[in-house]
């Protein structure tokens, strides 16, 4: 079966960078669409980006814009979510899974096709 390993988490101050990877390993062909959702400490989980195996194309959440970058690696089946210029709010246990299509992480709406990652923490504060 295929499982989703997920590398990057960390404490980071505010307006610093962190990269979070996400690797499927037991795949033989190209990584599918992929992204992360999150859950910041009380909070309810939200979809944070995806991007698309069949064009390429990316979501991010309004909330993410500008600061985020979703981009894959298919020959290591690996996709990578960059974050950048990260403040308070970013704090969250951020898991990757795999999907169908990026609307499911768009619209935290998921019909049990999905495989998730193990999660990663990530930690902004001063």
């Known amino acids: 079966q295929v499982q989703l390993v997920e590398s990057g988490g960390g404490a980071v101050q505010p307006g610093g960078s962190l990269r979070l990877s996400c690797t499927a390993r037991?795949?033989?062909?190209?990584?599918?669409?992929a992204g992360w959702l999150r859950q910041a400490p009380g909070k309810e989980y939200e979809g944070v980006s995806c991007?698309?195996?069949?064009?390429?194309?990316?979501y991010y959440a309004d909330s993410v814009k500008g600061r985020f970058i979703i981009s894959r690696d298919n020959a290591k089946n690996t996709v990578y979510l960059q974050m950048d210029s990260l403040k308070s709010d970013d704090t969250a246990i951020y898991t990757c899974?795999?999907?169908?299509?990026?609307?499911?992480?768009?619209?935290?709406?998921?019909?049990?096709?999905?495989?998730w990652g193990q999660g990663a923490s990530v930690t902004v504060s001063a």
């Open positions: 991007i698309s195996s069949r064009d390429g194309s990316t």
């Open positions: 899974v795999m999907v169908q299509s990026c609307s499911s992480i768009a619209t935290m709406t998921f019909g049990g096709l999905e495989v």
């Open positions: 037991g795949f033989t062909s190209d990584f599918h669409t």
